[in-house]
């Protein structure tokens, strides 16, 4: 199957059939491609590195800039700078919480621990996979200016420890920057495959470890590949730990170095940013120098390697034990490790590539540069894709995603397309209404953001759903597809039980042809549709926050002030209006109004009831 995408709606640009290969990375991004045989990385116009920092700043005039001239905004403008979006890809503001602090922008939550998290730069609200999708345009233009050709197809890697939510949200910001995603490749399978181990010339399986540190995240993953197969056999790793944090040792030793504390950094963001800044610079230099001075303004900023490997041998340790940890769920030795890879730009550092040789036993690969190993990697995975092209189908994978349709009408993809079958994704949902009894499910295939754009297949009802307040029951929805494309939808809600399952057959009886015009017609759509979406989004959020907001003023009508209780309904009502508009930044700014007035409210009508409660009671 062979879809070139024209975006531009002419015919006179050329169409490059090379499948490129791309590194997402929380601090880094970069391309690569194969060509004639050789893979490489793509550096800007005259830039010396392929390394493009995942940063985006916006400028005053609303021009959106990526990259290292979007890093140096950091310290000036920390709020228009958005950095380390990956960690926010895909998680809900419950998972984020503690993370604020670190971050010089603001993340938005709505009350419900569950929604997913929103980053606000000045009046305008965004999310993770339109950040994502920023820095993959920048590589695509990148990538377009060296082949003087449209890119339309990629091959995106992420950690092996994604889950479900958070690799379809970087579908999605492939899918926004009008890439066609043709497959998610875990980190460690591409890193293992740029160091030539493919499985396809060895007598027995290999089995590979990969170390991988990064800016933001650890990941050890222990493979084990035969025959072309890659089976993950275990992963471990933490998601907050990494080159960051040996920033933040290095800047909290000069903190009590010069009498200071956190709180003073917190009074003064660029100070902050700038002090982060050299903290990193201190670190590159501690691992080819063995000491680094260089002050900021009346400021000390002076260290040693030796005090330098004492202050994150803890860090280094937590990675250790989480090796001991992978090893110990892959059931493997250290021993029986045949090679050791070291993927990330921290693994550049002496004192952790001594301690993983010590753990492993063995010396570590670290001949190709860390980190470029991943995107080379994905652009050798890409190439091999563009070599399959020619087979008509690939018939262990869907060619068109399958899922949902959720309130709104909003497409929830459950099984996204050129997933390997067969396959089982279950996902959660619960009610959105008090006391429903019934939950529809109506399964679509196809591409687009809402479901009145793609192929309906079916839909049948969960009855008995036992009566409870929205958003308490827990219903699983699972879909299991087999390896002929019959697609069995299961929905079960797990408080009481209750089950309904149907058996579709989802379609590979479309033609080539039509496939081919769905995908075009969603990344052609998709940033219309993504507007739609986030419209949509909001005003569902919208109407839970005024529902909420009604139920709460009802039940604490003593607690509250007259006063109070007007303000409140006034900014419902503002909330209400906005909610009838097209402008989602003013549903969100109106939403944020309201929690904010709110929050504390709850807060002292909480103590109240808890008092009321405990009085009378013996204790
Ligand atoms: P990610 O995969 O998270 O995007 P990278 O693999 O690009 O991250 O690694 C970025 C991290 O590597 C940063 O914390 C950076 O400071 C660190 N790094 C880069 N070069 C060196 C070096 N020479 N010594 C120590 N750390 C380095
Ligand atoms: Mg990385």
Known sequence: MKININLKDGTAVKNSDIIVGIDLGTTNSLVAYTADGETKTVKAHGGKSALVPSVVYFAPDGEIVVGDAAKEKLETEPENTIYSVKRLLGKSYGDVENMEEYLGYRVIDDEDENTLVKIRVGDKFFTPIELSAEILKELKRRMEAELKANISRAVITVPAYFNDSQRQATRDAGKLAGLDVLRIVNEPTAASLAYGINGQNADAAQKIAVYDLGGGTFDISVLQIEDGIFEVLSTNGDTFLGGDDFDRAIMDYWLAQNDLTKADLQKDKNLSQALRLRAEEAKKQLTYDLKYANDLGTMQCRISRDKFQELITPLVKKTIKCCENALKDSG???????????????????????????????????????????AIG?????????????????????PLSLGIETVGGLMDAIIPRNSKVPTRVGRNYTTSVDGQKNLKVAVYQGERDLVKDNRKLGEFILRDIPPMPAGIPKIEIQFILNADGILQVKAKEERSGTETAVEIKSSYGLSEEEMGKMLLDSIQNAEADMKIRSLLEARNEANNVLLAADKFTEQNAEILTDEEKQRTKNLAAALKTATENEDKDAINAAMADLNDYTTPLAHRALDVNIGKAMKGKKV
């Open 332 to 374: 493997l030795a250290a021993s029986e490790i045949d090679r050791v890879i070291m993927v990330g730009g921290s693994t550049r550092v002496p004192l952790v590539q001594e301690k993983v040789a010590a753990f492993f036993g063995q010396a570590v690969n670290n001949s190709l540069n860390p980190d470029e190993v991943v």
């Open 378 to 398: 994905a652009a050798i995975q890409a190439d091999v894709l563009a070599g399959t092209q020619k087979d008509v189908l690939l018939l262990d994978i869907t």
